[in-house]
């Protein structure tokens, strides 16, 4: 069933990775993707503290979705691993993860509110509010930090529709988002942030706008990815 | 009386749909362009859902615009054609028309608020506040939604004075603007995110900020647009 | 005493003009650079309407001070002409001149309030707050609008210290600077646009934040700009 | 002891220069980073006053960290020296000093207000709030402006603890940064411009935003920096 090799998925997780810095959702080292052969149990997922610049498809890093660990001659993985690992084992529809510092999402992170859904350029990917999880308790901290972040984004996410919020917001910390691909998992970081940030102009300019209609919510939501879509080309076009 | 082949403005509507990326409107493939050729019918438009690198003057699509189909052997149109069409239909005067989602335009339009004259940047292309509509109705979302958001821009457009005010923000949607060309209605897409992004601005410095007298008004959009206008080089300069 | 020739201040207004690009203070063609040479009472300044890729050094337009005609041979001047004009024949310290739309300059000239002297950045360059100017009056904006901008304007410098705040913001309408030559004109209206910017985050951050008291307005703007001044590299370096 | 000679100490504080436009950190030569040999008690520092693109490694100014003295035959050093060696002086463990006008962090300067700690962001770097400093008094600005500027640094930093906290403002000024060599100094002071923006805008979505408890910032600063620090490759990687 699996649809590439794990070499190409190497290279998607390396470009995937590259896009983060085009699209301007990193400083630094401040983010990483992960993609997943379900097949073969392996994740591939950006080094630790490596810099884009010096990233090559060869080091990302590919871990056992089963423990957790590296496979031999690998360079270590990212400090966030354990939270993507999570998410995979929790969610068979995620098939990339995408964890950044974006300055937009990581402002209503650390406001420990939800994004609320206040126009179409929100329903177009996100079908309601993008939530803002609970702070992790001193217990969570202090043990499994990076596990036991994964579990509580695991609270907010629906089993069975696990795409329609495709990205969620860490409490006081930042955004973590996902997709059918590493690449469609990029998409969705930049639309959580850029959402984000038309979100809180908005709220400048009249602090009591409200969040859109369930029947605007539908129309676009649904015209991009529900059973009738018709945005885009078909197949056969 | 068209002053260019079928050809020429498919270029125009392609080079247009480009300056949108070239001007950071878009996220993505978040906008688009189209241009009309009156005489013999046709409106040409990006096709849906195709990245920006990837359009080509040749996949421009040709529509008709009696009755909104595609002629034969084109990809599908921007999900918004029905919008454009029933624009063009009503405002003879306008030859081009923009749909983005930029930033600070959406912002408002999310707010659900007029964009106020408060100086002469705007007073230099828009002669009065651009309107923001009326939300749409359960039903004209349920039906024919892209015809019917464009029946609601028309009910705030003057006839007999389309191109006085050569833009409109959607509630809780985005900017619209139009113009003499495709690339006339990309500059006025442009000029209408900037004096969206001044008025954010300004409101923060002061919340009390009033609009532009009608004398000053008068003055910076006449003197651009008016009958003695005398900005710009004459044609014979 | 001219210290260079006509065809070499071409140049400097030429390259000055080009700068506001470079320092992203202008969208499309809402900008202009002038230049003085004195002793033959020739301004030269931005034709009207010409976008910033089409300059050249020798479509800058020639215009007499004393009667503000421009030479034989040459495009339209800026519609700004009169302004600029104005402000030369009244203070002889003013080398070059600038007018932009600069986005946080209009922003503070559209909510009519003076740019606050809130920190030493501000202190380096302006002795003080910049001004905004009164609005024109119906009869001065209907007849000889762009001389009467200049007249307001100038009721608000100084006189024998023309170079300590140099640049302004018009009511309404927008920045102008100036400087001991094209390119100073310049490098005062990014600096203006730029303390524009951090006073309107400073009070963001705290409505209640201060100007700076005058013994570091003095200390910074001294350090150099006074007789004692001990910034840069000293002329025998 | 010196781990580079003052040649190749020459060419890091240059490249740490270059490194502020790199990251947009500055507005023409509002900015400048030192290094230091301390075995030779040399300092090398920008020069006052000179564009970056004309900076090389050999205009960088040797100072004499005893006396504060250039070496024979260099330019004159940044007007901010005094500054730099008082820092110096007192803190042992400071290899790189940066100074910067940089836009979000001179907001909060001017604002006068710490930057709290909302978010792990700020607390993978800064082990707590970025304290803005008092204002001087007049007297400290009447004499030895520069030097009692680093003296009244001196009064927000831990001797013992000068990296937890690699950073500053001064009031109604701007950011001083430090680190273990000037390229990692000026690497925290994008992270303190980085951090100041957040927290502008998280207070703007929320008003009554909290800072991280002390579990959170522990998590965080200790697992990049404590003695168990698990973030980056381990030496033998």
């Known amino acids: 069933m699996s649809e590439c090799t794990i070499e190409e998925l190497r290279a998607q997780v390396w470009q995937a990775n590259l896009a983060l810095e085009h699209h301007h959702l990193v400083t630094f080292t401040w983010g990483n993707v992960s ?18 610049e010096n990233l090559t498809a060869e080091n990302m890093v590919a871990v056992r979705l089963a423990d957790g660990q590296p496979l031999a001659g690998q360079l270590k993985p990212s400090s966030d691993t354990p939270t993507h690992l999570e998410l995979y084992r929790r969610f068979p529809e995620m098939q990339g993860i995408v964890h950044t510092h974006s300055r937009f999402a990581v402002a209503w992170a650390q406001a420990g509110k939800d994004i609320p859904a206040l126009g179409t350029t929100h329903a177009d990917y996100f079908y309601g509010p993008i939530p803002c999880t609970r702070a992790l308790t001193q217990a969570e901290i202090d043990d499994d930090y990076e596990l036991n972040t994964g579990r509580v984004i695991a609270e907010y996410i629906h089993s069975e529709q696990t795409m329609a919020i495709p990205g969620i917001i860490v409490n006081q910390h930042g955004p973590f988002a996902w997709g059918t691909s590493p690449s469609n998992a990029v998409h969705n970081a930049v639309v959580l942030d850029e959402v984000a940030r038309m979100a809180l102009y908005t709220l400048q300019i009249n602090p009591a706008a409200t969040s859109v209609d369930q029947g605007l919510l539908n129309k676009h939501y649904l015209r991009k990815h529900g059973k009738n879509a018709y945005y885009g080309q078909s197949n056969n076009a």
């Open 35 to 52: 993609g997943i052969d379900r097949d073969r149990g392996i994740m591939l997922i950006k080094p630790s503290g490596v810099d884009y």
